[in-house]
């Protein structure tokens, strides 16, 4: 579980094709809270390569974790910004390099009662064996919002929405829910 506390992201945006997600863990709350600090002030000083539309930073409940959220125009805006002269890197500044993740937003529930905002953000990861498995895996969990015995699952007190992504290589659907 994971929160922002200064704004969230458009996840519904237009124009994203690739969204990137890095996960870093802290030694704990005082060194996640210096390290989150310092990377969203690192990323509102520098010049923002073409294509990178978006980034947030979000704080892991568990005082640990940190996870980045980076929306891209396209692959090869994020390439290009990647072989650059200065090369860009992507993910949360001023912490150990990580293997980002590219994934592509594909489904979403949007939802929730007007006026409610998003205080709490939960990003479920399910592994899988490729693209066929990652369309099957979105299908059947679409079907079963749509069936009138499971309906209810998706309109949970505190829930505003969901959006699901799915990793370019065929490993992985990400969840990105929005609670309140």
Same mark, same amino acid.
């Given at each position: 579980?994971? !929160?922002?506390?200064?704004?969230?992201?458009?996840?519904?945006?237009?124009?994203?094709?690739?969204?990137?997600?890095?996960?870093?863990?802290?030694?704990?709350?005082?060194?996640?809270?210096?390290?989150?600090?310092?990377?969203?002030?690192?990323?509102?000083?520098?010049?923002?390569? !073409?294509?990178?539309?978006?980034?947030?930073?979000?704080?892991?409940?568990?005082?640990?974790?940190?996870?980045?959220?980076?929306?891209?125009?396209?692959?090869?805006?994020?390439?290009?910004?990647?072989?650059?002269?200065?090369?860009?890197?992507?993910?949360?500044?001023?912490?150990?390099?990580?293997?980002?993740?590219?994934?592509?937003?594909?489904?979403?529930?949007?939802?929730?009662?007007?006026?409610?905002?998003?205080?709490?953000?939960?990003?479920?990861?399910?592994?899988?064996?490729?693209?066929?498995?990652?369309?099957?895996?979105?299908?059947?969990?679409?079907?079963?919002?749509?069936?009138?015995?499971? !309906?209810?699952?998706?309109?949970?007190?505190?829930?505003?929405?969901?959006?699901?992504?799915?990793?370019?290589?065929?490993?992985?659907?990400?969840?990105?829910?929005?609670?309140?």
């Amino acid at each position: 579980m994971n !929160r922002r506390p200064d704004g969230w992201p458009d996840v519904a945006r237009s124009g994203v094709d690739t969204v990137v997600i890095t996960i870093r863990h802290t030694e704990g709350p005082g060194q996640q809270g210096e390290l989150a600090a310092a990377a969203v002030a690192e990323r509102q000083q520098e010049v923002w390569p !073409r294509g990178l539309l978006g980034w947030a930073l979000f704080t892991g409940t568990d005082g640990r974790a940190l996870l980045a959220y980076e929306q891209w125009s396209d692959d090869d805006a994020l390439d290009t910004a990647l072989a650059g002269p200065v090369p860009y890197v992507p993910g949360i500044p001023g912490t150990e390099a990580a293997a980002p993740v590219r994934y592509r937003p594909v489904r979403s529930f949007p939802g929730g009662a007007p006026g409610e905002t998003a205080g709490c953000l939960v990003t479920p990861v399910f592994d899988t064996d490729g693209p066929e498995r990652q369309r099957h895996f979105l299908d059947t969990l679409f079907t079963m919002a749509d069936d009138d015995a499971t !309906r209810d699952v998706g309109q949970m007190p505190g829930a505003l929405s969901a959006y699901f992504h799915i990793s370019v290589d065929g490993t992985r659907v990400l969840g990105y829910a929005e609670w309140t």
